[in-house]
């Protein structure tokens, strides 16, 4: 069983940064593919970014483009997503999922492994 832990959620403005984290207890988390998803309170999770299990892939939901990076450190078992110019509608409680051999996919089905989130407030 991979255990996923998220950090880095608080409270802040409209047009500020936060970086999150994402720590496995796996030390083959480099051989996993790892997405970050969002869910707002009355909506649907959804997909936010995703990184393939070199680093070499990203891929992003076309609302964050240009302002969130997915990143990893497999040496620190940690993937980060860096979150600029951050809107009221970027709230949301933040997941981050792991497929082992995935290829940062989009759909939550295709990964196994779930951390509790972590919860993002964009004040206006």
């Known amino acids: 069983q991979v255990r996923l832990v998220e950090s880095g959620g608080r409270l802040v403005q409209a047009g500020g940064s936060l970086r999150l984290s994402c720590v496995s207890s796996d030390r083959s988390f480099s051989n996993y593919a790892v997405g970050w998803f969002r869910q707002a309170p009355g909506k649907e999770c959804e997909f936010v970014a995703a990184?393939?299990?070199?680093?070499?892939?990203?891929d992003y939901t076309d609302s964050v483009k240009g302002r969130f990076t997915i990143s990893r450190d497999n040496a620190g078992n940690t993937v980060y997503l860096q979150m600029n110019s951050l809107k009221p509608e970027d709230t949301a409680l933040y997941y981050c999922?792991?497929?082992?051999?995935?290829?940062?996919?989009?759909?939550?089905?295709?990964?196994?492994?779930w951390g509790q989130g972590t919860q993002v407030t964009v004040s206006s």
């Open positions: 999922a792991a497929e082992r051999w995935g290829s940062a996919s989009s759909a939550i089905g295709n990964y196994a492994y």
């Open positions: 990184i393939n299990w070199s680093g070499g892939f990203t």
